[in-house]
């Protein structure tokens, strides 16, 4: 019989146990807003359970300002440039295999080439991904979720939610996130220590982007009169440009 305390857990009941958590926040983030009456403005905003909505805000901007931003600033004093280029280009490349199964989920045969043609650039000739020669090929960087798959396909965002940790995530997203871990096959290496592996990842990333956007995300809270409703509108339009691959939206034609 497998020693699992050696072994860590199975690298499948990892990623069930992401799947699991992303679920259960929605849930609770529901279950929290369940009793909220919302007003006008919020329901006019999508946004009902605004209320229990700016107090998770509240409380994520506690938690970001005691630790990742304060750990993001050690990072960024002590961690050298090219370094962090490295860093952020790996951890791309461990996404494209996410990203290459939602293109083709989204039929886009030519950007899944262009994946597939990245990650096998970056992992040979980039070195596990430590650096991006596909751009220097020409080859085009693209991310996808199946959050974007889903609207794709015609799923409404559904409800604004803020949840504890994770931040904005509507269910669609929300799914999209969990669906995502189910098809990260990276959760299916029999590794040792695989949990260990998976959060690291996880705070890596988060450490990347708050590392990355620190002074933009201070300009923002510091120009902003309702840095709450500032987020919203911003995470709105950044799924919004994902969505549409960069394109511009269409203008809706005059009925003049």
Same mark, same amino acid.
């Given at each position: 019989?497998?020693?699992?305390?050696?072994?860590?857990?199975?690298?499948?009941?990892?990623?069930?146990?992401?799947? !699991?958590?992303?679920?259960?926040?929605?849930?609770?983030?529901?279950?929290?807003?369940?009793? #909220?009456?919302?007003?006008?403005?919020?329901?006019?905003?999508?946004?009902?359970?605004?209320? @229990?909505?700016? =107090?998770? !805000?509240?409380?994520?901007? =506690?938690?970001?300002?005691? /630790?990742?931003?304060?750990?993001?600033? $050690?990072?960024?004093?002590?961690?050298?440039?090219?370094?962090?280029?490295?860093?952020?280009?790996?951890?791309?490349?461990?996404?494209?295999?996410? $990203?290459?199964?939602?293109?083709?989920?989204?039929?886009?045969? @030519?950007?899944?080439?262009?994946?597939?043609?990245?990650? /096998?650039?970056?992992? /040979?000739?980039?070195?596990?991904?430590? !650096?991006?020669?596909? #751009?220097?090929?020409?080859?085009?960087?693209?991310?996808?979720?199946?959050?974007?798959?889903?609207?794709?396909?015609?799923?409404?965002?559904?409800?604004?939610?803020?949840?504890?940790?994770?931040?904005?995530?509507?269910?669609?997203?929300?799914?999209?996130?969990?669906?995502?871990?189910?098809?990260?096959?990276?959760?299916?290496?029999?590794?040792?220590?695989?949990?260990?592996?998976?959060?690291?990842?996880?705070?890596?990333?988060?450490?990347?982007?708050?590392?990355?956007?620190?002074?933009?995300?201070?300009?923002?809270?510091?120009? #902003?009169?309702?840095?709450?409703?500032?987020?919203?509108?911003?995470?709105?339009?950044?799924?919004?440009?994902?969505?549409?691959?960069?394109?511009? =939206?269409?203008?809706?034609?005059?009925?003049?």
């Amino acid at each position: 019989m497998r020693d699992k305390n050696r072994e860590g857990l199975e690298p499948g009941r990892v990623g069930q146990m992401r799947i !699991f958590a992303m679920i259960a926040a929605v849930a609770a983030g529901l279950c929290l807003s369940a009793c #909220s009456t919302p007003s006008p403005n919020a329901l006019a905003n999508n946004d009902p359970y605004e209320a @229990t909505n700016r =107090e998770i !805000f509240d409380l994520n901007q =506690e938690i970001d300002h005691w /630790t990742l931003r304060r750990t993001a600033e $050690t990072y960024v004093e002590y961690v050298p440039d090219p370094v962090r280029n490295s860093i952020h280009d790996a951890l791309i490349n461990l996404d494209l295999p996410v $990203t290459f199964a939602n293109d083709v989920l989204q039929g886009e045969p @030519t950007r899944a080439g262009q994946t597939v043609c990245r990650f /096998t650039l970056n992992s /040979t000739l980039g070195v596990a991904g430590l !650096f991006d020669v596909a #751009s220097d090929f020409g080859i085009p960087e693209h991310s996808e979720d199946f959050g974007q798959t889903l609207a794709i396909w015609g799923v409404g965002e559904g409800p604004y939610l803020v949840l504890p940790l994770l931040g904005p995530a509507p269910p669609r997203d929300a799914i999209g996130r969990a669906a995502d871990a189910a098809l990260d096959p990276s959760n299916y290496i029999r590794i040792k220590r695989h949990l260990m592996w998976a959060v690291g990842r996880e705070y890596l990333t988060l450490l990347d982007l708050r590392a990355r956007n620190m002074e933009t995300f201070d300009d923002i809270e510091r120009n #902003s009169l309702d840095f709450y409703a500032a987020t919203r509108n911003l995470y709105r339009q950044y799924r919004g440009r994902e969505i549409r691959n960069g394109r511009i =939206e269409a203008p809706v034609p005059s009925t003049d």
